[in-house]
């Protein structure tokens, strides 16, 4: 089967930076995900890493190491804006193996900055 | 214009009733979801569509039956609503390959009382 594990919460300030770390158990791992959700709004993708390594995309970061199956997202500069949940979210394939995949989000992490 | 639409935003109804939520997406992807949330805002997988065929029906009670006349929609409907149904619904959709993200849509709230 597949799980995730992140953080339930972090708090930071404005300005600083954050990590969210996310460790993934599935079988036939293809990709690691990011989403964010503000309050009463709809998940948005952040980014996908499938190699191990850093993906930058403005602010937002995301790392990978399928050898750990561990991958973190990495907020910069800090907004008051970013207070939102933030999930990670593991695309494996659909057992036992019929060649579909499919996408299991973690709990998610509520990210609150603080002025 | 709206890629991935819902509706209704908000439904609230009886336990023991039957109701439909609709999606329809104009982006052209192959594939289309159903996620529900609980109130811990654990997202959970329901259905998979790809090209109106299903692909995933996730441990779901067969109250809930999908519907996709083409793959531009995918519909919900849920016989015999219980009170454990209160959660928000989301639809969304994403393009064939890896690498793509799904977009979702602004997902509908029922509540069964």
């Known amino acids: 089967g597949q799980s995730l594990e992140q953080p339930s919460e972090v708090t930071a300030v404005e300005g600083a930076i954050v990590q969210i770390n996310c460790t993934y158990q599935?079988?036939?791992?293809?990709?690691l995900s990011w989403y964010q959700q503000h309050d009463g709004g709809a998940p948005t993708f952040l980014s996908y890493n499938a190699l191990d390594g850093l993906e930058e995309t403005g602010r937002f970061s995301s790392f990978l190491s399928r050898s750990d199956s561990y991958g973190y997202l990495l907020l910069q500069e800090l907004q008051m804006k970013d207070s939102a949940s933030y999930f990670c979210a593991v695309r494996g394939l659909i057992p036992p193996n019929t060649g579909g995949f499919k996408t299991i989000f973690g709990a998610g992490t509520r990210l609150f900055v603080k002025a | 214009d709206t890629a991935v639409s819902q509706t209704p935003k908000y439904l609230v109804t009886q336990m023991g009733n039957d109701k439909s939520i609709k999606c329809e997406q104009n982006?052209?992807?192959?594939?289309m979801y159903w996620y529900k949330q609980d109130s811990k805002k654990f997202l959970k997988i329901m259905f998979s569509?790809?090209?109106?065929?299903?692909?995933i029906n996730e441990t779901v009670p067969n109250r809930f039956s999908p519907k996709s006349p083409d793959k531009a929609h995918l519909n919900l409907h849920i016989n015999s609503l219980e009170l454990g149904d209160s959660a928000v619904y989301f639809c969304a959709s994403s393009k064939p390959g890896q690498g793509y993200g799904y977009t979702f849509g602004s997902g509908t709230r029922l509540t069964v009382v």
């Open positions: 982006l052209g992807h192959d594939t």
């Open positions: 569509y790809n090209n109106k065929e299903l692909i």
């Open positions: 599935t079988s036939g791992f293809y990709g």
